[in-house]
């Protein structure tokens, strides 16, 4: 419960990742370091978490996050800057406009740079004449000190001696004991990324087998169709070609949700998706995938509603959120039969919000529950027979994972399903 050291710690958690190279959670730490530093109105450690954060995303390839938030420390040095973060920011500025290919404005930060390094280097200088001259006046002391403690010194002599004999025997016992403790760890690693790479090839083989048979099922599904058009288009008969038609519609529309999906874990695996969280309302995303599926829902009498309140703010990629939201709802209306209901809703808990969509449909089995998110699973038909792509749940858990948050699922056989996942809230509002 101590709000003005907790910062500091966020802080030193986010150089400490920044150290390791993960980037993701230096971020995560230097974020929620400044909405607790303004609301005490540390504004000078706010510009240096934020030029912590534009270094991570400019050291990870990332310029366009790295420009956010260099922007707004640029905006604010004048106000509560030092010149030290005046050279800084215009550092990096300079390395980010050159990576997007402005050479122009390259140039100019890094002439402003260079104009603020000078200053800090004649502030420097003037600093080490003052250390010199305090130095000087220390020599004259230790010169008036050493002949006084050079007796002492030789007495000493004997007993460090057999002190050094000591740590050196102690320092052999370190050695051996650390060598000992290093080769038990390289060899739990090694055993360790076997294992995972014994977990890899099983997923890819899974994931490969779900592609193989889902591409394929909606596109056999397609075969003959134009044969069948002709066919039906010399009979004149307008029923079958209306059913052909809406046999078309769904394959197609399966096969590109699978697409979709299929793409979107494919670069959320390879680092291509950007990570660019802001501010954002909950409740507005969850009324524009509301109303996409409002005529799904129809179709089926469902009732579908949004009761998250307006205003629920949190700080998140929504894009991600949107693709996670609208998968989830996908799936409950696919799984809940005529007459049921389907709602979005939230909770704040902490530093969070938690999301859940909820459904009346036909239950998942408990053994089945820890098996959601991950390949393992089948592809099960809807209420309706709709299909599945098998990827949408894995893909929701990645995306969650990556907006630091978490994901679960609470589902009862025969009483319906409630998905829930969480979102870092804006702390300071």
Same mark, same amino acid.
């Given at each position: 419960n101590d709000s003005l050291n907790l910062p500091l710690l966020y802080q030193s958690m986010g150089e400490a990742w920044k150290l390791k190279n993960v980037a993701d959670s230096a971020a995560y730490y230097f974020q929620n370091s400044i909405p607790i530093l303004e609301l005490h109105k540390d504004y000078t450690y706010a510009l240096n978490a934020r030029l912590s954060l534009a270094q991570v995303f400019q050291t990870n390839e990332n310029p366009d996050s790295s420009l956010y938030y260099l922007q707004q420390v640029e905006a604010q040095l004048p106000q509560y800057g030092t010149v030290a973060q005046y050279e800084k920011t215009y550092a990096l500025l300079s390395k980010v406009y050159a990576k997007k290919g402005d050479f122009q404005k390259a140039l100019q930060y890094h002439q402003a740079f260079f104009a603020y390094h000078d200053s800090l280097y004649t502030e420097?200088?003037?600093?080490?004449?003052?250390?010199? =001259?305090?130095?000087?006046?220390?020599?004259?002391?230790?010169?008036?000190?050493?002949?006084?403690?050079? $007796? #002492?010194?030789?007495?000493?002599?004997?007993?460090? *001696?057999?002190? #050094? *004999?000591?740590?050196?025997?102690?320092?052999?016992?370190?050695?051996?004991?650390?060598?000992?403790?290093?080769?038990?760890?390289?060899k739990l690693a090694l055993e360790d990324k076997n294992q995972q790479l014994a977990d890899l090839n099983a997923t890819k083989d899974k994931f490969f087998g779900i592609i193989a048979h889902d591409i394929r099922s909606p596109i056999t599904a397609l075969d003959s169709v134009g044969e069948q058009m002709h066919y039906y288009l010399k009979k004149d008969d307008k029923a079958k070609l209306e059913r052909l038609a809406g046999r078309i519609e769904n394959t197609t529309s399966r096969l590109s949700s699978l697409l979709d999906n299929l793409l979107q874990w494919a670069l959320l695996q390879t680092g291509m998706i950007p990570y660019q969280p802001t501010q954002m309302d909950?409740?507005?995303? #969850?009324?524009?995938?509301?109303?996409?599926?409002?005529?799904?829902?129809?179709?089926?009498?469902?009732?579908?509603?949004?009761?998250?309140?307006?205003?629920? *703010?949190?700080?998140?990629?929504? =894009?991600?959120?949107?693709?996670?939201? =609208?998968?989830?709802?996908?799936?409950?209306?696919?799984?809940?039969?005529?007459? +049921?209901?389907?709602?979005?809703?939230?909770?704040?808990?902490?530093?969070?919000?938690?999301?859940?969509?909820?459904?009346?449909?036909?239950?998942?089995?408990?053994?089945?529950?820890?098996?959601?998110?991950?390949?393992?699973?089948?592809? $099960?038909?809807?209420?309706? +027979?709709?299909?599945?792509?098998?990827?949408?749940?894995?893909?929701?858990?990645?995306?969650?994972?990556?907006? =630091?948050?978490?994901?679960? #699922?609470?589902?009862?056989? +025969? $009483?319906?399903?409630?998905?829930?996942?969480?979102?870092?809230?804006?702390?300071?509002?």
């Amino acid at each position: 419960n101590d709000s003005l050291n907790l910062p500091l710690l966020y802080q030193s958690m986010g150089e400490a990742w920044k150290l390791k190279n993960v980037a993701d959670s230096a971020a995560y730490y230097f974020q929620n370091s400044i909405p607790i530093l303004e609301l005490h109105k540390d504004y000078t450690y706010a510009l240096n978490a934020r030029l912590s954060l534009a270094q991570v995303f400019q050291t990870n390839e990332n310029p366009d996050s790295s420009l956010y938030y260099l922007q707004q420390v640029e905006a604010q040095l004048p106000q509560y800057g030092t010149v030290a973060q005046y050279e800084k920011t215009y550092a990096l500025l300079s390395k980010v406009y050159a990576k997007k290919g402005d050479f122009q404005k390259a140039l100019q930060y890094h002439q402003a740079f260079f104009a603020y390094h000078d200053s800090l280097y004649t502030e420097n200088a003037q600093q080490i004449a003052k250390a010199e =001259r305090v130095r000087q006046n220390i020599d004259e002391y230790k010169t008036e000190k050493e002949a006084a403690t050079l $007796k #002492a010194q030789l007495l000493s002599t004997q007993n460090n *001696l057999y002190l #050094a *004999l000591a740590l050196g025997l102690l320092s052999l016992l370190l050695v051996g004991t650390y060598l000992f403790w290093q080769l038990r760890k390289t060899k739990l690693a090694l055993e360790d990324k076997n294992q995972q790479l014994a977990d890899l090839n099983a997923t890819k083989d899974k994931f490969f087998g779900i592609i193989a048979h889902d591409i394929r099922s909606p596109i056999t599904a397609l075969d003959s169709v134009g044969e069948q058009m002709h066919y039906y288009l010399k009979k004149d008969d307008k029923a079958k070609l209306e059913r052909l038609a809406g046999r078309i519609e769904n394959t197609t529309s399966r096969l590109s949700s699978l697409l979709d999906n299929l793409l979107q874990w494919a670069l959320l695996q390879t680092g291509m998706i950007p990570y660019q969280p802001t501010q954002m309302d909950v409740q507005k995303i #969850a009324q524009e995938n509301v109303d996409l599926y409002q005529e799904v829902a129809a179709l089926k009498n469902i009732k579908l509603q949004n009761q998250v309140t307006s205003n629920t *703010l949190v700080f998140a990629d929504s =894009r991600a959120v949107t693709t996670i939201i =609208r998968n989830l709802v996908n799936n409950a209306i696919k799984f809940t039969p005529k007459g +049921g209901e389907v709602s979005i809703g939230t909770e704040m808990k902490g530093d969070k919000i938690f999301i859940s969509i909820n459904d009346t449909g036909t239950g998942i089995a408990a053994d089945k529950v820890q098996q959601l998110f991950t390949l393992q699973k089948k592809s $099960k038909k809807g209420t309706a +027979g709709e299909k599945g792509t098998g990827l949408g749940l894995m893909l929701c858990k990645d995306l969650v994972e990556m907006n =630091r948050g978490t994901i679960r #699922a609470i589902s009862e056989l +025969g $009483k319906g399903s409630s998905f829930i996942f969480s979102l870092p809230k804006i702390s300071n509002l």
